[in-house]
């Protein structure tokens, strides 16, 4: 009885730091349950990020340090001039498809018309719709357009950026116009009105008073619109025609063949610049 004495009293004590709050099982296991999910969702994206200063050409053994694949990246034009290419398309789409978005959203927030329901479930359908099915549908519209203008005037066009980048608008609307969507939920029309009776008018009032207001949700669905071109593989790979070389594509085909430490450095490049739309997109919406 003296020896389990100890040990009894350890076993309570126990029990009356979980009962207490101060340490629960349920809070034990939701801790360790964390830590393996940011393990599985970070651990590749850090190896590959160390992976891209190594000295090993194969880019699988750490040999040291070294910022010779960053070097050839840079003097590699093709990768250059995929790299440009994607950074072209995603800059177009995100002007033309940010436009397009806001002024959606503020005609489905603001007005009641006849069609309504139809549009906002044809505007919502590109974010649910898988991708694979949304390239297919843009790869047949754009075969039967170039027929439609071969005959119309004779001239016989070819997928290049032109393609890629409408592409790109046709689903970045849809995400546009939710996060702007968004932002006029909470608008106080009361602000419009008072700078009615001020006498402003509709164009001033917009400028003045409506586009101050809802710009970081502008800028957010501009930043989500970027990002997601920018990254975008399937559609690109689908509307791209020969001699058309986009980041995405470029990177498949490469890792197709090996991957290389190369791979690495411009997949950490890619990354580095998501990492800052995105803090710069959380900047936004904390000063809203």
Avoid: C
Wanted: no cysteine; aromatic share 10%; net charge positive.
């Amino acid at each position: 009885m003296i020896k389990t004495a100890p040990a009894a009293t350890t076993l309570a004590r126990a029990r009356g730091v979980f009962a207490e709050g101060r340490l629960t099982w349920s809070g034990l296991v939701l801790t360790i349950f964390s830590i393996l999910i940011y393990l599985f969702l970070y651990a590749p994206i850090v190896i590959l990020v160390i992976f891209s200063f190594t000295r090993d050409e194969f880019g699988v053994r750490w040999t040291g340090f070294t910022l010779d694949w960053y070097i050839r990246l840079f003097n590699n034009p093709r990768m250059m001039g995929a790299a440009w290419n994607t950074l072209v398309v995603a800059s177009v789409s995100t002007v033309v498809s940010t436009i397009i978005g806001t002024l959606l959203a503020m005609a489905m927030e603001r007005y009641r018309f006849r069609g309504r329901g139809a549009m906002e479930g044809l505007i919502y359908l590109p974010i649910v719709v898988p991708e694979i099915v949304m390239a297919v549908a843009l790869l047949a519209f754009s075969a039967i357009a170039f027929d439609v203008i071969k005959l119309v005037t004779g001239e016989t066009l070819r997928r290049n950026l032109t393609t890629v980048t409408i592409g790109h608008i046709a689903f970045s609307i849809s995400f546009v116009v939710v996060v702007v969507r968004t932002s006029l939920k909470n608008f106080d029309r009361r602000l419009e009105e008072a700078a009615a009776d001020l006498g402003a008018n509709s164009w001033n009032v917009f400028w003045r008073i409506t586009f101050p207001l809802i710009l970081p949700g502008i800028i957010g669905g501009a930043l989500l619109a970027f990002t997601l071109s920018l990254d975008d593989f399937i559609i690109s790979l689908f509307l791209s025609g020969p001699g058309t070389s986009l980041l995405p594509v470029e990177v498949y085909n490469r890792v197709r063949r090996a991957v290389t430490p190369e791979i690495n450095a411009i997949s950490t490049l890619m990354l580095l610049l998501s990492m800052v739309l995105v803090a710069l997109s959380q900047l936004l919406q904390r000063r809203r």
